[in-house]
């Protein structure tokens, strides 16, 4: 083999990912696909393609298969061949991305006991001095957000310089970095023996045996059975890691101050008991004694621990729920309300839906409160493809905000709003079950549901029967026909889908087509065609390899049903609610009466049927003003099921206002009549009335418009701005 300079060839972040992409995936990967995921040019996708060609070539495997309109496929000696291969991957065949050096810059400033010097950085780094000082000039603006300082003063190396308590955030903020929970980066975590290693040294061997890591394992899932309670995988792994540098800082004479009254009421909690279980079993691996601020210090980690189960009542361990997780509760309740008014639906099973939405809010207020807050590894995807979801999400944690004092993160947001999306897409029909699945989500609960509620959308003829966690998978001994996961499987004959928790119409079309083929299943009981075109070739052509004909055009056939399949688009506020159906009154109606004639344009398209307009006044009638979203304004609605044709919106203004309660606040001037024909075609209306109302004027020129035509230009403005 070349060695480095002569042509050897290297990967990064970007082309392990897509590498770790085609080893899971097993027919094609579109191009679009990958532009799609990585946000990068077709040409870059062409270029990086080219690299991993090369790499595999250098380490004796076949290079990527492409054919052109389906994509690309690694070839299955590849797929076979990658793991060892990784073992024995040199260091310099891996190049680490910037957010990678500079988080493992940052470990290291807070594992050494001593001063880091430029050349350490870079020997760590393996790097040159000068992208080591360029790496580490923008982590000193990045520890500035956590309060610190990098000082470094007559040449005696770099040392961060703040409020322990800060440093710690910083740590488990770059842990959050290194430690991979996503299944299309298993490849980087196969490739770590070629990450620089920050406890290459004896002593930092000795901090990172394989053996203490399996002792603080055990440690945790001692603790997660005395408060009966269950981690997600990955914060397994991420309380494991974090208490083996936390005893470290320890040991180094680092501790963390703690507010006396903070720590009285963290020592109330269930989860303090489980801390002192924890620094008990530290303070004997380490030989170092834990103090009080320091078990409560670990109290708030374990208290902003991702969970996939929890004790009913909230507390932890069986006992009266504290004041603290009675008022999450409430919040809970509050924030499915806002959202249910907001998007203009209603759940079914609310009940439940609370109940897992309390799940993961439990542990995210104390992430919050204590400024420990979760990375979203899809956060990009939720701001953009989801972008009405998860900005009616935003709005409807306000009740969070306020408790808490201060804003959730983006990041925290998209772990509720893919609740409530997995919530949205639930199926009202039972599914028609032929075959026996199973989902295994390392992401939680709330990432599982809203998985398993697009699964079982796609696949009625599946029997969705259990989803677990990785380290239930080992356990699990059932019969499967088929396993969907977000990491790869081992140890299983069946088939193994990995898959994205949130799945675009792409991404399904694609897993659709692939899971018919492996089952021999078609969606819509046609026969497969492959075998009638194979006896076409055999009479004008010698076939040589009929096997492996029949799997290449089985491949073809499924990716080209699946190429034009499109994100769907969703109508606009105006072209929901065209001129036609706006209505201007004088004198005052009651709100009943008011609603019937705002519904009234909707009957006369063939919108709905009669029986949603009661529907409508009943929803009232039952549960209050809860329709007045803001002042003057309010959104009649009802369920689907109720009597929507197709979707639409209708408005009555009228002048004079109408009185929902004898409360003036709930006096209306401006009524909407909204239709929706499921729980998402009227979400990027829904999200361009709500910017427009937010501004005071427009809800005044809403209120006082006299022609219908001057309320359609308004609502166009609305749409337009939106789309800017």
Not at 81 to 91: D, S, Y
Not at 585 to 609: C, H, K, M, Y
Request: proline share 5%; aromatic share 8%.
């Amino acid at each position: 083999m070349t060695c480095p300079g002569e042509g050897w060839s290297i990967l990064d972040e970007r082309r392990a990912e897509i590498l770790a992409l085609l080893q899971e995936t097993p027919g094609y990967v579109t191009v679009e696909q990958l532009m799609e995921r990585l946000n990068v040019s077709r040409r870059t996708v062409y270029y990086d393609m080219k690299k991993i060609d090369e790499w595999l070539r250098d380490n004796g495997l076949e290079p990527v298969e492409h054919v052109r309109w389906l994509g690309f496929r690694l070839p299955e000696a590849s797929r076979a061949g990658l793991p060892e291969i990784t073992k024995r991957i040199r260091r310099y065949e891996y190049v680490l991305s910037p957010k990678e050096r500079k988080a493992w810059m940052a470990i290291l400033l807070f594992t050494r006991p001593d001063a880091v010097h430029v050349q350490d950085l870079a020997d760590f780094l393996q790097t040159s001095r000068m992208t080591a000082l360029q790496d580490m000039k923008q982590l000193k603006k990045e520890f500035e957000l956590f309060g610190l300082k990098v000082d470094a003063e007559r040449r005696a190396g770099y040392v961060v310089e703040g409020e322990e308590s800060d440093k710690r955030k910083a740590l488990a903020h770059y842990l959050s970095q290194t430690i991979d929970d996503a299944g299309w980066k298993r490849f980087n975590m196969l490739m770590r023996g070629a990450l620089p290693n920050p406890y290459a040294n004896r002593q930092f061997s000795q901090l990172m045996s394989e053996e203490r890591q399996e002792a603080l394992q055990r440690l945790v899932a001692d603790c997660e059975r005395s408060l009966g309670l269950e981690f997600t995988d990955e914060m397994i792994i991420t309380l494991s890691t974090r208490l083996l540098l936390f005893a470290n800082r320890l040991k180094q004479g680092e501790r963390v101050r703690m507010d006396e009254d903070e720590k009285a009421i963290l020592k109330r909690m269930p989860e303090y008991r489980g801390a002192k279980q924890l620094a008990e079993g530290l303070a004997e691996m380490f030989q170092v004694e834990f103090p009080e601020d320091e078990i409560c210090y670990l109290t708030v980690h374990l208290l902003g621990a991702r969970l996939n189960r929890l004790d009913p009542t909230g507390s932890g361990d069986g006992e009266k729920p504290s004041e603290e997780t009675k008022a999450i509760r409430e919040l809970t309740s509050r924030i499915v309300d806002r959202f249910e008014r907001l998007a203009c639906m209603f759940f079914e099973q609310r009940e439940t839906l609370e109940e897992q939405l309390f799940l993961h809010l439990k542990p995210a207020y104390y992430r919050i409160k204590y400024g420990l807050e979760a990375e979203h590894p899809m956060l990009d995807t939720m701001r953009t493809k989801y972008r009405e979801l998860f900005e009616l999400t935003r709005k409807a944690i306000e009740p969070l905000e306020e408790k808490l004092g201060r804003r959730v993160n983006d990041d925290e947001v998209a772990y509720v709003a893919m609740h409530f999306g997995g919530w949205m897409r639930r199926q009202n029909a039972a599914p028609v079950r032929r075959r026996r699945a199973a989902i295994v989500c390392v992401n939680g609960v709330s990432t599982s549901r809203m998985l398993r509620v697009q699964l079982e959308g796609l696949f009625p003829y599946l029997d969705i029967v259990s989803v677990m966690s990785l380290r239930e998978y080992e356990r699990f001994r059932q019969p499967i026909d088929v396993w969907f996961s977000t990491v790869p499987l081992p140890r299983t004959k069946e088939p193994v889908f990995v898959v994205n928790p949130v799945l675009s119409d792409r991404e399904k079309a694609h897993l659709l087509h692939e899971v018919n083929r492996r089952l021999e299943m078609d969606r819509a009981g046609a026969a497969n065609p492959v075998g009638g075109l194979i006896d076409l070739i055999k009479r004008y052509a010698d076939v040589k390899d009929e096997d492996g004909l029949a799997e290449a055009l089985t491949g073809y056939w499924s990716s080209a049903q699946k190429r034009d399949y499109a994100e769907p688009e969703r109508p606009s506020l105006s072209e929901l609610l065209p001129p036609s159906r706006i209505r201007i009154a004088g004198e005052s109606p009651d709100w009943e009466r008011a609603i019937e004639l705002a519904a009234q344009p909707l009957l006369g398209d063939g919108l709905i049927e009669p029986r949603y307009v009661e529907a409508m006044v009943d929803k009232v009638r039952r549960l209050g003003p809860y329709i007045v979203i803001a002042p003057g304004v309010a959104i009649a609605h009802a369920k689907p099921e109720e009597g929507v044709i197709a979707t639409g919106m209708s408005l009555l203004v009228v002048q004079g206002g109408i009185a929902f309660s004898r409360d003036e606040k709930h006096r209306v001037k401006a009524l909407f009549a909204l239709a929706s024909d499921d729980s998402e075609s009227h979400l990027l209306a829904i999200r361009q009335l709500t910017m427009l109302l937010r501004d005071e004027n427009n809800r005044r020129r809403l209120a006082e418009a006299t022609d219908a035509e001057q309320l359609a230009a308004l609502l166009r403005k609305a749409g337009e701005a939106d789309e800017g």
